[in-house]
């Protein structure tokens, strides 16, 4: 029989546990292993069962046994102690209240709001499908440890991301569960009656999407999640929020407009009800919820009596972007006429005239829009996930900044980071505390050589016998007999150099690069004195055949029964699965096309445990790679030929693996361990442990992008709007002048017959027609750099010129370079509320 319904009921707890309910409810449980202890001795079989979910745990322990501790003191005074000390964690001042409101004269914000289209928190709550989500979740983890008062705001997807499956050729197979939100740690988000709170989203024809909002509770964050699947929806608008990454451009922009618009709509009545302060500060990662600006320009412009205008400099004040995609291929676009349809008739955001919205995402297919500009131009404040993809995204978006230099391009960067109470084996904890502190450095210190190889080796045996399991279930799935599956038990050593690579599975990923070769990959698996074992995991995008079928290839390696007991492929690679690989693989593999990896955090995760990185130098590794914490794997960056390149770094690879890796790992002492690997493994611990923490990470964002956001955001909205007026208009009179500036000459005053030495300071001069501003509307400067045989600049200073006459401009410039410079002259805007002079993308040069 089928059901026709679903429904959760959840457990009823004895007064006496009521406490509980709370602890479950509250996600810290997922980084606070007493709290995961208190549970689990709830009933350690179910606990288990359940894959350490404690409201799965509470719905499953029988009534009896909850009665019995009730009327347990001992386990009653652990519930109270438990509770007690997440009362305090909640309420307690913690660094960002002990900062003080104001740092460096910027303004530390009430409230921030941070939208993401997936947050993966822990894998009771499956709203997640790679390393978005999960950075997300470690966003909202750290801002709760360290008090940052963030709000995260998404939608709630009734099938999650899919379950991976393989059929029996290694093709992947997905699944959709069914999510029921009522037996998920989340709460609806309800008026003081108790009747739902739903969220309104005009849709064409005169439609209304309606979602409701559950809550989730990160620690001190809460997480606002909307969901279109209520009776009040016609079929279509209920499946909005159905699947994540699911459908086509038109549900994909429907998930946007409800994630951005409603999602504004949602923190609104959410504070409203609860008392919380506004945001001051909305943080954009990546574009999907772009559309959140617009929705922002819609209240200003009728809530305040606002030009559009003027709204705008109030929006761009308070906003921050984070950009993920270091291609173009991987931004969300949509065609403009289906942006017409769902903007055109002004029902879903009144006062806004649809030309302004496309000109937000105009890009140079005048048929398409660009989700990704209309962040970048709706935000005064954007960055990249590390050093080399900041600099790759100022080189990708420098179009929309004409006439300035690449590295002027306000694009910054804030390396991303991983939670390290989540991702750090509890042994590791126990041992060292917080690495990232000098206590932690020291005790990583003062644990020997042996002590610390015989942990080492306990995390790889606890994978060695997950990966046994998995592989067992595995082919059971793909419909195997239990009577053939007897070799499962001798899968993986635990002896044996482990090495980990598991992410999704993008081409530029290059899953496959292993397989190269694949006579050499099997002579590393089978050494006979320093062989090596490989555990591979990752999801391909269900409409990626080419994904599916670089998993198919690695599965049909590692099916082959001469070396199956030394590579395996895991399906349905997920949070829970990914701890184990972090925990126990020795060395963490990655190889993407450089410099397509973003940031990629799950090295970051295997350091934290003491694991080696082998990777091709981009995303964090290429700015955290000293020579002794891992390797790097060269690259043929020269070679355009993908094929050749690949052949050359595979090649690479092997070597490193075969002649440096190997080697070192069974490179023993008297007592039996690896010393000169326990010294790479302490060095890794002591040196990324503190630079790859999310903690570092939400600092940078409150110190170099929130903490200004919001100072800009009070300054545009002083003096009822004034400042937001007054650079509206000052925008308007510039766009009338700006076409008719001139620097008419520029002039170097040097000695006659003295040749200038580098560090000599010189007299630039330049007259400058200014079309009618007044010169404070403007800064001219001079530029001095290297110059080429195209009179092209480089390495530029630039220093601001002062007007020393009518039109007439003087500045002292220190020459930098020795060789062969150059000088010129420009003219940029000058104003308190832009955050750079690159910002409005204008500028003169002589």
């Known amino acids: ?175 959709y569960p069914i999510i029921d939100p009522s ?96 945001p001051e500060v909305f943080h954009t990662n990546e574009g999907h919820a772009g559309f959140l600006g617009l929705e922002r320009l819609r209240e200003l412009v009728s809530g305040n009596n606002l030009e559009v205008d003027q709204a705008m400099s109030v929006v761009r004040a308070g906003t921050v972007f984070t950009t993920h995609t270091p291609v173009p291929a991987g931004i969300d676009r949509f065609p403009v006429d289906l942006v017409q349809h769902y903007f055109g008739d002004e029902s879903l955001l009144p006062g806004i005239d649809l030309r302004r919205i496309l000109a937000l995402g105009a890009e140079d297919n005048a048929g398409m829009f660009n989700m990704a500009h209309m962040g970048l131009r709706l935000a005064q404040r954007a960055n990249g996930v590390s050093k080399l993809h900041g600099a790759v995204s100022r080189s990708m978006f420098g179009g929309l900044w004409p006439g300035f230099d690449t590295d002027e391009v306000p694009i910054s960067s804030v390396t991303n980071g991983v939670h390290g109470p989540t991702w750090a084996a509890r042994e590791m904890s126990t041992a060292f505390g917080d690495a990232s502190s000098e206590d932690g ?137 990914a701890r184990y690989l972090y925990w126990g693989c020795d060395v963490w593999l990655n190889n993407p096309m450089r410099p397509l990896e973003a940031c990629g955090t799950s090295g970051m995760k295997a350091a934290l445990n003491g694991g080696l990185n082998l990777s091709i130098r981009d995303g964090w590794w290429d700015e955290f790679y000293d020579g002794s914490n891992g390797w790097a794997i060269p690259t043929a960056d020269g070679v355009n030929d993908p094929v050749r390149r690949d052949d050359l770094e595979a090649a690479a690879l092997y070597e490193l693996l075969g002649s440096q890796v190997a080697p070192l790992f069974y490179d023993r002492d008297q007592a039996g361990a690896p010393s000169r690997w326990m010294s790479m493994v302490r060095h890794t611990l002591q040196s990324l442990g503190p630079q790859v923490q999310a903690s570092r990470m939400v600092r940078e964002y409150v110190e170099a992008h929130y903490a200004p956001a919001a100072t800009a955001g009070v300054v545009a909205q002083s003096d009822g709007f004034q400042v937001a007026k007054d650079l509206a208009e000052y925008r308007r009179r510039l766009a009338g002048a700006w076409p008719h500036i001139r620097v008419t000459s520029c002039e170097l005053a040097l000695e006659d017959g003295h040749t200038p030495v580098i560090g000599d300071r010189v007299h630039v001069h330049a007259s400058v027609d200014l079309a009618g501003l007044d010169p404070s509307d403007v800064e001219v400067q001079a530029v001095v750099g290297r110059v080429s ?58």
């Open 183 to 278: 037996g998920l740690p989340l709460e609806p988000l309800a008026e003081p009656s108790g009747a739902p709170i739903l969220v309104h989203v005009a849709m064409p024809g005169g439609r209304i999407l309606r979602a409701r909002i559950w809550k989730a509770q990160v620690g001190r964050v809460p997480l606002l999640l909307l969901d279109s699947d209520i009776e009040e929806n016609s079929d279509d608008l209920r499946s909005v929020t159905d699947r994540l990454y699911g459908g086509d451009q038109d549900h994909r922009i429907r998930q946007e407009i409800l994630a951005g618009i409603g999602g504004v709509r949602a923190v609104r009545t959410y504070c409203e009800l609860t008392g919380t302060p506004q």
């Open 441 to 577: 450095a020291a005790a990583v210190d003062a644990l020997d050589d042996t002590e610390l190889w015989r942990l080492r080796c306990g995390l790889r045996e606890r994978l060695v016998g997950e990966v046994r399991r998995r592989v067992r279930a595995a082919w059971l799935q793909r419909g195997a007999s239990a009577l053939e599956l007897n070799w499962t038990d001798s899968v993986f050593d635990p002896d044996v150099l482990t090495v980990g690579f598991a992410r999704r599975v993008p081409t530029y990923k290059r899953l496959t690069l292993m397989l190269r070769d694949p006579e050499r990959l099997r002579a590393l698996l089978l050494h006979p004195e320093r062989p090596v074992q490989l555990v591979v995991a990752g999801k391909s995008h269900p409409a990626d055949d080419g994904g599916k079928a670089l998993i198919q290839q690695i599965v049909r390696f590692a099916d082959d029964p001469q070396v199956r007991h030394r590579i395996v492929f895991l399906p349905d690679y997920d949070m829970s699965m």
């Open 789 to 846: 045989d195209a009179d092209e600049l480089s390495d530029v200073v630039t220093a601001p010129m002062r007007p020393v006459a009518d039109g007439r401009y003087s500045a002292e410039v220190t020459l930098p370079h020795a060789g062969a410079l150059g000088v010129t002259a420009r003219v940029l805007p000058k104003h308190q509320l832009l955050a750079t002079q690159a910002e409005l993308g204008k500028v003169v040069l002589a």
């Open 1 to 175: 029989m089928r059901a026709v319904r679903r429904f959760t009921v959840r457990a009823g707890l004895p007064e006496q546990l009521a406490d509980l309910g709370t602890l479950a409810t509250n996600l810290r449980w997922t980084w606070h292993p007493p709290t995961q202890d208190l549970f689990a001795a709830v009933d350690q079989d179910i606990w288990q069962r359940v894959g350490g979910d404690p409201l799965h745990l509470l719905a499953q322990v029988p009534a009896e046994r909850l009665d019995r501790l009730a009327a347990d003191e001992e386990f009653l005074d652990r519930v109270r102690a438990i509770s007690a000390d997440l009362r305090q964690y909640m309420e307690e001042p913690r660094w960002y209240q002990r900062r003080g409101e104001e740092l460096n004269g910027t303004r530390f914000p009430a409230s921030i709001a941070y939208f993401s289209m997936e947050f993966g928190v822990t894998e009771a709550l499956p709203n997640y499908s790679g390393g978005l989500g999960v950075l997300a979740g470690d966003h909202l983890k750290a801002a709760s440890d360290l008090g940052v008062p963030l709000i995260g705001v998404g939608l709630l997807y009734r099938s999650g991301y899919f379950r991976q499956s393989l059929s029996l050729d290694g093709w992947q197979v997905e699944h």
